[in-house]
């Protein structure tokens, strides 16, 4: 449960804008994973800790100003997720990273990241990574190449995020589509 438990603040410090907090906690709670062998345990939420926490240390690292750092970040959460071989945990990954490579300005690698994380979703039925996924690929998509449509998609999946309670990173996608 401690090691949810930072894997929970890495999300809350990164929300709050205080990098080097979240940066530490997510080395804090990795230490504990690698410590007490936390692959092997069950959490009381669909996704491995260390997932959870790998997924945000690119983008942490990014806006640190790190771009080495963030790649490999990138490198280490995709070799993890593949280690533990669950699709949920991937789908979690692609979305995030699509991400971070949306903030960077990278877009077609944006798209490439969210449609990994639409594939395994659609597959499984992961409605959250589905609609991240969807929402960041037509942010990509209009990045590319500007679409009124592809506006319209993203603002109606921001809706649906919105009248299910999930309206946490609405500023980061209302940034994007603007």
């Given at each position: 449960?401690?090691i ?12 709050f ?5 979240c940066q ?9 994973y ?16 260390a997932?959870?926490?790998?997924a ?10 790190d ?7 990138i ?8 280690r533990?071989g669950r699709d949920?945990?991937?789908?979690l ?8 490579r ?6 077609a690698?944006a798209a ?8 395994i979703s659609?597959q499984?039925?992961?409605?959250e990574?589905?609609g991240?996924?969807?929402l ?11 679409s009124?449509e592809?506006?319209?998609q ?10 299910e ?5 609405a500023?980061?996608y209302?940034?994007g589509?603007a």
């Open positions: 449960f401690t949810d438990a930072l894997s929970v603040r890495c999300y809350t410090t990164l929300y804008g205080r990098l080097e907090d530490a906690t997510i080395e804090q709670c990795l230490a504990m690698r410590e007490h062998h936390g692959e092997t345990l069950t959490y009381p939420v669909p996704q491995d800790a997932t959870a926490a790998l945000l240390l690119p983008t942490v690292r990014w806006l640190l100003g771009s080495t750092g963030s790649e490999a970040a490198v280490e959460g995709l070799a993890h997720v593949e533990l949920f945990d991937r789908a990954m692609y979305a995030w990273i699509a991400g971070v949306y903030t960077q300005r990278r877009y690698e490439e990241h969210a449609m990994k994380a639409v594939a659609t499984h039925g992961y409605r990574w589905l991240t996924g969807t960041l690929l037509l942010m990509a998509q209009c990045a590319q190449a500007p009124l592809a506006v319209q993203a603002t109606a999946v921001c809706q649906a995020f919105a009248s309670g999930v309206g946490l990173n500023s980061y209302l940034w589509l």
